[in-house]
Structures are given as C-alpha cells and as structure tokens.
C-alpha cells in the first residue's frame, strides 16, 4: 500500500500546520530523505523529507491549506505500485480532506518519531488504522455564494461553519492567502448578532480611509502567547545601571584584528553573565506548572531576534559551560537561521531564560513580557555615556540599564535583586566572562 505522508509535528507547540510549497508533483521519483514539502508551522518553514522511495502518487492538502499534526497530506507509490493520473491524484484541487491517523502519530514530538511510528506500522498492519481517503473532491457547500477556487476555507471550518449556520462570504480568513480557519468561523458565530442570521461585513473593512492587515502564523502566536504571559503570570520588575566601560575596554582588545564574522558584541558579554548566575540562582532557571515548581538541571539561554513579521527567540543551550567566542559564534548562526527562515525546532525549543536587547535602537529602558513557560526575562538598554556622581565628583561613564521582568510565583524581590546584582558584578568586573 502507498506510504503516507503526515503533517508532522515540527515543535512542541505545534497543533496544526500549512502546506506552504509542493516540492514534488504527483508521478514525480521520489527518493527516501529528499525533501518533498515544504511545511509552515508559527515559527519557520520547514521542509519535510520523504520516508520512502518511490513515487508521489497523491497530494491530499494543497498549497495554503492547512491541516492537524498526523493528518494524511499526501501519498508515496512504493516501487511496483500503480500511481493515478495527475488529475485523479488531486493536483491543482483546492479541497482534500486529511484523514486522521491513530494517535501515537499524532503525539509524535518530531519528524524522526513520525518516521519511526510509520515504519512500524508498514511491518505490523493494524485494524485501526484509518482507511485512505477518497480522490474525489467534496461537493461544494450550498451556502458559498461564490465558486469553490475562490471561497478558501478548511473542511473542519466549512463543517462548524454549517452547523453554527455562519454565512462563510461573510468571513475574514486568517490563514495563508486569506483562507478560513476553524478559529475564524468560531469568531463569527460568536459576533453573529442571532443565531440563524448573516454577518454583515465590517464597516472598517469598507471604509476608505484603512487598511486590514491579516496576522501571519507567527504573527497570531506571539500575539496568543503574550496574552497567555501578561494575564495570568503576575509581573514584577526590578532595574539595575552597569557600569560598562570595562567590559567595554576589553571586548575592544578581544575584538581587535577579528573579521566582522567573528566579533563579540555586548549581547554575548550579558548572556554569558547570565548564565553563570543562574548557577547561583536556580529558581530564575525555573517554571511554574500546577502549583510546583519546576527547576531546569540545563541552562540554556535564549534571545530575541527580529525577523521579517515577527519575532523569534533561538536558544543556546548549556550557555553556563560555554566559552565566550564559542557562545558568540553560536549566537551569530542562530540568529542567521532565524532571519533566513532556516531554524529546526531545536533552535528555538527548550529554553529556559530569556534576554531581550534593543540597545542597538538607542532605547535606554524597557520592561519586557516573560516568555512562558519562563519566570523570568531580561530587558537590556543602551550603553550610553552618562553623568554619574564617583567618589563625591561628577564624571562621565558608559552605562547602561538592565531591567529583570519576574515571575512573582516563582521568586520574590530579594532573589530579583540579588541575581541582578551578580549581572552586574560580572559585567563590571568581566573577567570571568573572558576566561
């Protein structure tokens, strides 16, 4: 029987996934490794790579389309096998309908996982494994006013969308291209001023004078996730001014006769003397979840980068034993992932404490929002020359302010504080982080 081809979970808080690009097109070869789609998850496009030779027999989500993780998008004829005509195996269509599988796919945590529990299922055939859908196309919902190709929704949307009785003409997509999703039809029902009702369109949508601009994936996570931080986690912040110009000093002597590829900058300084003082104080490492509190053995950092219409956060993970131009060197190819729409889930998973520095804008200060399931973050201003007052005379030196957003669950102020305090120390004083 053909091989199928899933919607893999590509990150931990993956629940769904678009197909952004078809590789291959039905009765192309297709050899086991190569990729073959490409998938869109709400932090990167991903390609996803054949689990065996043969060839594409079948393409069941289209472009733009999206489905559940373990869902079927697609199909692999394996060798001696008769593949459909282009036409029958759906190519162009714009509806197919992903079939669930059992749930040991759908909880697999990575491709590799998916590829193991598929392989096993070759070698051990199951009743309940979910037949194969059909090629043909649905009939088109009777209620859309306008052709099939033009009208871009999902089936679990065009389904909930008969039963709440919600006109899908009236619905502004979120997905890719503008396509209806399950949340967008959920919205409208909720919006509808009766139950039976039509929803008008939006004055605002039709109004000269704006512009709608639809969220993109990660646009709409960031936005979910920030909700889910600033509501419930109780906030508190606690600010310190470094003193920078030793550190200052020295990374100009470290830097010297180095190629622009390889110099260290202030962001490298500051998450190295984060992460030896998270040695000292495990709670700032640590999560809270039902009551408990969770400590991470590992430290592993991450970092705030702005990326074409969103923001993404790599992570360096066991930053604590890493020397400082190896932590630089990582940071800079992290960062270059993240900006060319290249990061793995592993980039970007498994944090345990952020930084997030808009220095290099001129802000001076800030208080940033926690990224959960971290308790805490740090905001990092501009280093800038400022009059200070130093043994009773007024001088001029190079600070800069840090600001720690705490999880007030999980620490309390004299721990902010005093983690804070040892920030500043080993940046005042930077050999340690040099060594």
Known sequence: ???????????????????????????????KGEPIVEIETDKANIELEAYASGKLARIVLQEGQSAPVGNLIGEIALPGETTPSPAAAGEGRGEGTPTPVPPSLARA????????ETEAKRTEPTEQQAPAPSPRPPAPEPEAPEPEGQ???????????????????????????GRIQKEDVEAAAKAAPAPGSRLPTPAAEAAPDVEIVQLNRMQQTIARRMVEAKGPVPHFYVSMDVDMAKALADLEELNDGLP???LVTINDLIVRACALALR??????????DGRLIRNRRINVGFAVAVQGGLMEPVIRDADGKALKELAAESKALARKMREGKAEPRDYEGGTFSISNLGMYGVTEFSAIINPPHSAILAVGAVQDRPVVVDGHLAVSKRCTLTLSADHRV?????????????????????????
Not at 109 to 116: L, T
Not at 280 to 289: H, I, L
């Open 109 to 116: 945590e990575s491709p590799g996982e998916v590829v193991a």
């Open 260 to 262: 622009k590829e390889q």
């Open 151 to 177: 009208l871009r929704a999902s089936p679990i949307a065009r389904r909930l969308a008969r039963e709440l009785d919600v006109d899908l003409a009236h619905v502004k997509g979120s997905g890719p291209l």
């Open 280 to 289: 000292d104080y495990p709670d700032v490492n640590s999560f809270y979840q």
């Open 411 to 435: 620490f309390y102020g004299a721990t902010a504080a005093e983690f804070l305090r040892t920030v500043k120390q080993k940046l005042e004083k930077p050999l340690q982080l040099f060594t």
């Open 1 to 31: 029987m053909p091989e199928q081809v899933l919607m893999p979970r590509l990150s931990d808080t993956m629940t769904e996934g678009t197909v952004s690009k078809w590789l291959k097109h039905p009765g192309d070869e297709v050899k």
